[in-house]
């Protein structure tokens, strides 16, 4: 029979859930802190997500950019880390339901993140694809490459089109990310490793529902995000918005239709929210609202941190933080601090978001960077991405390995890890569900 | 529809099956011949097989022994790569059959080398796993792991000691480098990951059923890797045969039992032969007999090399050469050079068999090596073996990505990759089958 099996201290308990940006900068900043921690996680794994869409154009191994939360915690005496899927919570009782059985705290703080938002467009979660975990990103991987495959058995130029043409949904960082680096892909790549295919037949619609790209950034950023991707031959669509899909037509809010079998949606995310609280104090887009403390509505014992939390107290963000890194990171940061004052009867402090600034790159030396009124767009920005992204990466070996991987990208204009581990079924909504051929894994 | 569009020219068309050490380095050698080469694969990949074991002990990531065939054949312009799974030969009309249609050959080249051979035991097939393949490597890998983190949920202890016990079956190179790898594991980075586990309940057997370890190899070298596997605390059992395992114990020859959930078959493999030969060609152990020219028994256009070829010229090896990878290379440029002879009318050459040695690993940086009388055990062995496998490693970037990782690994003693990409179910089988949780892949 399984049991949690986390021994009793004495010390009060702080269960974490979720260990991503949030819950691992909290852990963190409690190694020193009077108190017992247990961080839970589904996976045994902290993903960097920022890097996902390098894992999807084949630009980086999914290995590099996933680091397994023992190794980041194995010094940390005061930490025990359990891999666990949570049920519930029963908030009279103090108790978490996990799939490991029920564990007890003093403290929870949620830090479950968030997952992609389809809006309520069923079709298109059932045909198109999100990039939310390494899972979703290498689908999307050997998706990409197995188009390419394909087409090239093919005769029929409608068909050749269909497969060759991608779209992503939702111009912000990941969107633009995904769409430059899929362009690079036809653009270096392509050429060398499919020199019988038709590239001119491959489109890339990149179709934004607002205005300008990167609708978080400046009009500067925006403005350098469309003129960047336009040259790496994106096809922008502003001010678009996506009807109906149905894994071969995607219907536009405008009338127009494009033929495509390759969906992906960047366009939304939403929390991921625990089972057992009122309804009243979820939103619609999931998150769980908190006070300027990041404590749940109602409760004293109870936080939330980072994409799950839907905290107002910033006139300039009315409708909460973004779900981004930073605010994850420093509410983690200021939960632990907190939680320290008030075992040392202190009063804790209020969130203060510090706008670090934002980043998104554009193809293979271009970036927006904007940080308070500083703007940077091109080569240099490009730099500062690489070095901001690096230095947040967890692990020396990681760090040594997307090094290697970006130095030997950048001099050779390769993309090294252009594998197919699995093969798949034709269409993205069946490679999802079966991506193992169960006849070429059978030992013969 | 879908078809090979493989363009014709004119030129005779030579179809090589299997991207392994034989078809590449017979494809790379036919670059410059007045041939059409078209390579087929079932993956898009060619897959480095003796670093296969790094992979499940979490030493590599799969994409660093894994290299895109069209990023090796990316200039070559006489070779058409297709991914594609081939169902079966018709002779008489030098027709291929395959997943994406028939291809006409003028001369065909079966290199489809090998996969795990349980000798005919059903429950041992079912129960166990092979190690032949990058999808089983990830999956030992993440089986592995996954004991780990189950057994802290435990509280019985012959639960726990049957969840930490590991069998090898098989006491060749690649069972003394598993048994070596999992011992490092435990000793090096258990302790840091999980020290409520009591790892002294951790068991790892290493099963032979000869009178010594690396039987192909010089009784110096068995004796080497004896000494350094039992420094490692592995128990090696020699002259020990297995009978049957049901998934929870494993019944050995003398009697024996031993309870482990986890079986690693790395005891033999078996040549993967195409349909459409006569049975009278084909051995027990799947390999197609061909004389000394390569040439598969009765025909003259069908040639066969590597794993997957008998060949008995040689009255050292009076049962066909062993199944490694010198044998596929040397067979594969000679079947180059004799493919030119044929078309200059000159004669073909025999195959002679160069044996350039062999090596194993034992352990972190202790090794054995032999080339002809000269035999090396311990520290400078292991240096070979990494300056000969790195050698191997086609491609710039993959070579760096594995010493970047061995440097990393040597070190700190740490061992990078232990994440776990997907999670599976309560024992082998029934991971191999259903490998995603689709509850987990869920877009909430």
Chains 1, 2 share one sequence.
């Not at 019988?196 to 529902?209: F, H, S």
């Not at 089972?275 to 619609?284: Q, T, W, Y």
């Not at 300027?292 to 009315?318: H, S, W």
């Amino acid at each position: 029979m399984m049991q949690p099996n986390i021994p009793d201290t004495g010390l009060p308990r702080v269960v974490i859930v979720g260990g991503g940006f949030g819950g691992i900068n909290l852990a963190k900043q409690l190694r020193k802190a009077p108190v017992q921690v247990v961080l839970l996680d589904r996976n045994n794994y902290h993903l960097f997500q920022p890097l996902l869409y390098q894992v999807s154009t084949a630009g980086l191994e999914p290995d590099s950019i996933a680091f397994p939360l023992r190794g980041i915690f194995g010094r940390q005496k005061n930490l025990h880390f359990r891999m666990a899927e949570v049920k519930g919570v029963r908030p009279a009782e103090n108790t978490l339901e996990t799939g490991i059985g029920e564990i007890h705290y003093d403290y929870l703080v949620i830090a479950t993140g968030s997952n992609t938002n389809f809006f309520g467009n069923k079709l298109i979660e059932q045909h198109g694809i999100g990039m939310k975990s390494l899972i979703e990103a290498v689908q999307i991987r050997n998706y990409v490459i197995k188009q390419f495959e394909e087409t090239l058995l093919l005769a029929d130029k409608e068909e050749i089109k269909s497969k060759l043409t991608f779209v992503i949904v939702g111009g912000g960082p990941t969107g633009v990310e995904m769409a430059g680096a899929i362009s690079e892909l036809r653009k270096y790549i392509l050429p060398k490793d499919y020199p019988e295919l038709p590239l001119d037949c491959m489109d890339i619609y990149l179709v934004e529902m607002g205005p300008r790209l990167l609708p978080t950034m400046s009009e500067f950023s925006s403005a350098k995000a469309l003129e960047g991707s336009q040259r790496l031959g994106v096809k922008v669509l502003l001010n678009t918005a996506v009807k109906e899909y149905d894994g071969q037509t995607l219907l536009l809010g405008n009338g127009e239709k494009i033929a495509t079998k390759s969906l992906i949606w960047a366009a939304g995310v939403k929390g991921i929210p625990i089972k057992g609280f009122d309804k009243e104090i979820l939103l619609p887009n999931g998150r769980i609202m908190v006070n300027e403390y990041c404590q749940v509505k109602g409760f004293d014992n109870i936080l939330a941190i980072g994409d799950i939390a839907q905290m107002t107290n910033d006139p300039r963000f009315p409708r909460g933080y973004p779900m981004v890194a930073q605010v994850a990171i420093q509410q983690g940061k200021l939960v632990a601090g907190n939680l320290v004052k008030r075992l040392q009867g202190r009063s804790m402090q209020p969130f203060k978001y510090k706008d670090l600034g934002s980043l998104a790159t554009i193809g293979r030396n271009k970036a927006v960077a904007e940080i308070g009124k500083t703007k940077l767009g091109g080569r240099f920005a490009w730099f500062i991405w690489m070095a901001v992204h690096l230095m947040s990466l967890l692990g020396f070996r990681n760090k040594m390995v997307v090094l290697t991987n970006w130095i030997y990208r950048y001099f050779t204009f390769d993309r090294g890890t252009r594998i197919i581990i699995k093969r798949g079924a034709a269409n993205i909504v069946k490679l999802r569900q079966s991506i193992l051929h169960p006849e070429q894994e059978e030992v013969s």
